[in-house]
């Protein structure tokens, strides 16, 4: 019988090879899986981190500009920066999947939650009711709402070509999103990262670096996609509907400093404890040699700024 995380897998190849087959997945996603009736107090750890790393590089967002790379489905990154006095926020996205449904409810928990998440902003509740209440759709266009607020939505996009102006923003950002993002099109987003930031501008990435498919297989480790060659995973491991690069922290930072960034912080969050030693044996060669704190490595925390001398100011590309 094929393990959970095979016959997972499986399922995505056949999604992929239906006419429209993503399609139908986010539509089973919203309507019977996890994302209508979602529990957005499990997001909490994720935003509880992108405070921390921006708080330890002391990087601020209040009046500040920012664009988002991967906004997902739930808006909640954009809300929390929104809260903390952002200025405005550019959210995209490779597919559209935020609808006028989850933003307010995104707002709602928000509003909700008010006490303990002026704790993790680092802001007086009150300006974050007062700011957060200025994007409660209320049955009017949430995209409408929102880009009155300073806030605009623009998905589908493809980052590597955003159209952005240059030296725009003050931080580009993402959370659980370059995981999924194949190596080349992860260079492109950093050079146009680099054409719209500012010169002294910001990266910020939360970036989830274990394999998701394990969770639906309690027999095998965080890590089991490192077990494969590069073939013999784009083989078993990816296609079109489920994608994982299986980068290592260290790859993202050699491609933040290969990209002429200075990273400010370069942090790896372990999975909690109780997996037992790594099995080297079991693991590809590309890996095996890898220190342990780059395999059980559960989330990443990368932020760099962009040197103060350097300009991209060229012209918006057509």
């Known amino acids: ?31 019977l899986g996890g994302i209508k009736h979602a529990d957005l107090g499990l997001r909490r750890n ?8 921006l708080s330890v590089a002391a990087v601020s967002v209040h009046g500040k500009d920012l664009v988002e790379v991967g906004g997902g489905w739930h808006p909640v990154l954009a809300a929390l920066l929104r809260g903390m006095g952002a200025r405005s926020i550019v959210m995209t996205d490779l597919r559209s999947h935020m609808t006028g449904s989850l933003v307010e409810s995104t707002i709602e928990y928000f509003l909700a939650h008010s006490s303990e998440l002026a704790d ?6 009150e300006d974050l009711n007062r700011r957060w209440s200025a994007l409660l759709p209320g049955g009017r266009d949430w995209t409408e709402v929102w880009q009155d607020q300073g806030i605009t939505y623009r998905a589908p996009l493809d980052f590597t070509r955003s159209r952005l102006p240059p030296e725009s923003a003050d931080l580009v950002y993402s959370n659980s999103c370059l995981n999924y993002v194949p190596a080349p099109v ?5 050079t146009e990262s680099i054409r719209i930031l500012r010169p002294g501008g910001f990266i910020a990435h939360n970036i989830h670096v274990y394999d998701d498919l394990a969770g639906y297989d309690p027999s095998i480790r965080p890590w089991n996609f490192l077990r494969f ?3 013999e995973w784009q083989r078993l491991g990816n296609c079109r ?3 994982q690069n299986r980068w290592r922290p260290q790859d993202y930072f050699d491609l933040a400093t290969g990209s002429g960034l200075v990273v400010l912080v370069d942090e790896r969050i372990p999975f909690a404890a109780g997996l037992g030693d ?11 040699s ?8 559960g989330h990443y925390l990368l932020i760099a700024r962009k040197p103060e001398a350097a300009s991209t100011a060229s012209s918006t590309p057509t």
Not at 278 to 288: K, V
């Open 46 to 53: 994720e935003l509880q981190e992108m405070v921390h790393l």
């Open 229 to 231: 060659s590069a073939d």
């Open 278 to 288: 790594i099995d080297r044996s079991e693991l590809h060669g590309d890996f095996s």
């Open 241 to 243: 509907a489920h994608y």
């Open 120 to 125: 993790v902003a680092g802001c007086a509740e």
């Open 1 to 31: 019988m094929l393990a959970p995380w095979r016959r997972r897998i499986l399922l995505y190849r056949l999604i992929s090879a239906l006419p429209g087959g993503e399609s139908l997945l986010d539509s089973y996603r919203v309507r």
């Open 186 to 190: 992860l260079r492109g987003i950093m």
């Open 290 to 297: 890898l220190p342990d704190e780059e395999i059980r490595c």
